[in-house]
């Protein structure tokens, strides 16, 4: 059963429940039938009832041996229903057509208070099996009726045999039934393991489940639908970014290359360069190979996972932002503080890299300004007192590789702003960036957290 499909599985299920149900209903039934027919079979022993003289002469009469009696003292035929009288000691008095075995229940109803009574299973001399009522006479005798079982054993076998075939049907309909409910039901699966195996075989992510209703199928049809569209976006956003650093990249490596077959050349050529012409190619070489450590050292900043990112912990968040602003100070920026305390859970190593880029931004865009950073209340302001940035390029500041117009002949790879928002963003928090009023453009950066430590 665990190596079969999960729709033969559901039919066995199904068919085994039923089957269940079945029996455990048959079997009560038969009890039910059973119980009632021993019931009125009781209670037809109970109308048996004799002529008081008959027993009173069939008692008188009675001897260590049986005595048959045909209605004592009268001479008349015996009874039709099978009866007997039994004294306490054992000796019985056959006063119908049929003796009827004595068993110890018959001497203990005979000794027993007047009236009383006892129904059991017993049997005829001939071996016949009958239902006995014993009662008592208050003539130190009971008196014993039976009747044969056969009837109500013949009943209930005839009900076994009925109950037996409603079962065998009742489960091979069932099992029918299963069948036609697994495949209705599963038919929404099947739909979902073709469309998963063609994804399988072909890696084509834009494959859609329609969804229909809102049970759990459909709740299933719709997840698997959300992730292939995740897993595309995933993607798409892989193949942009190894485009988009491509394309970043063979810019200084074709400078590099340049540089270096000119440096070769003139060594391979016994044709020295000038003195000056070659010192600039090597300082131009070095600059190159900075902005390749700082595009590859973005690039990986870049491509961490949502999940593989540092171990975050609380921190004074105007510590980081004091930190970032002495690492500009010593790359040459003018930056002025104003910071107030606020407790964030974080990353320090990629909030610090966060805060940094957008105070190299601004000082980038306003060389000869003050870059003003402000921490108030949560809200990092980092401004600038440049030209600003125009309205239409605002919407994609913080897009991987995007730049500018006027930012293309400045140095840079285009992913720090990226660098930025992802960093925020694993922080829980937002950022923008936008014209200042009296020119300028300022960052503002909302990260959640307190005024005092949890700890």
Not at 409 to 437: D, F, W, Y
Not at 444 to 450: D, S, W
Request: proline content about 6%; some cysteine.
């Amino acid at each position: 059963m665990r190596k079969g499909s999960l729709r033969s599985r559901m039919t066995i299920l199904v068919a085994a429940a039923v089957a269940i149900a079945v029996a455990i209903s048959a079997v009560g039934c038969w009890y039910i039938v059973r119980r009632e027919l021993s019931y009125q079979l009781n209670e037809s022993l109970k109308q048996i009832h004799p002529p008081w003289k008959a027993m009173n002469d069939a008692a008188r009469h009675c001897s260590d041996q049986p005595v048959d009696t045909g209605g004592p003292g009268d001479g008349g035929p015996a009874w039709a229903e099978p009866m007997q009288l039994v004294l306490a000691n054992g000796t019985r008095c056959v006063m119908g057509n049929t003796a009827i075995k004595v068993t110890p229940h018959d001497k203990t109803i005979a000794t027993s208070y007047p009236n009383s009574q006892e129904f059991y299973d017993g049997y005829y001399d001939d071996g016949t099996p009958v239902r006995v009522l014993a009662t008592n006479v208050d003539k130190g005798a009971a008196l014993v009726v039976a009747r044969p079982l056969a009837e109500l054993n013949g009943t209930l076998r005839n009900l076994v045999l009925m109950l037996a075939g409603v079962a065998a049907l009742g489960v091979l309909v069932a099992a029918g039934a299963g069948l036609l409910v697994s495949r209705t039901a599963l038919r929404p699966v099947g739909r979902l393991t073709k469309a998963v195996e063609h994804i399988a075989r072909t890696e084509d992510l834009n494959t859609r489940i329609p969804v229909r209703g809102n049970d759990e199928i459909a709740r299933l049809s719709a997840s698997f639908n959300a992730m292939t569209t995740a897993l595309t976006g995933s993607r798409e956003r892989q193949q942009q970014l190894v485009a988009d650093a491509g394309h970043e990249l063979r810019t200084p490596l074709t400078t590099l290359r340049t540089n270096i077959d000119l440096l070769l050349r003139s060594e391979q050529t016994g044709r020295s360069l000038d003195p000056g012409a070659k010192q600039r190619l090597l300082v131009n070489v070095k600059a190159q190979f900075a902005e390749l450590s700082t595009l590859v050292g973005d690039l990986l900043q870049l491509a961490r996972g949502d999940t593989d990112h540092e171990p975050h912990i609380e921190l004074e968040l105007s510590n980081v932002v004091r930190a970032a602003a002495e690492r500009a100070r010593l790359r040459g920026a003018a930056v002025a503080t104003d910071l107030a305390p606020w407790y964030v859970v974080g990353g320090p190593a990629s909030l610090e890299r966060a805060v940094l880029n957008l105070i190299d931004n601004a000082a980038k865009f306003s060389p000869d300004g003050e870059v003003q950073v402000t921490l108030r209340q949560g809200e990092l302001t980092v401004r600038d007192h440049g030209p600003g940035i125009p309205e239409e390029d605002l919407p994609h500041v913080f897009e991987r590789f995007w730049r500018s117009p006027a930012a293309r002949g400045l140095p840079g790879s285009g992913l720090g702003l990226a660098i930025v928002a992802q960093a925020v963003a694993e922080t829980g928090g937002k950022v923008r960036l936008e014209n200042a009023p009296g020119g300028g453009a300022i960052a503002i950066v909302e990260l959640p957290g307190n005024l005092t430590p949890h700890s």
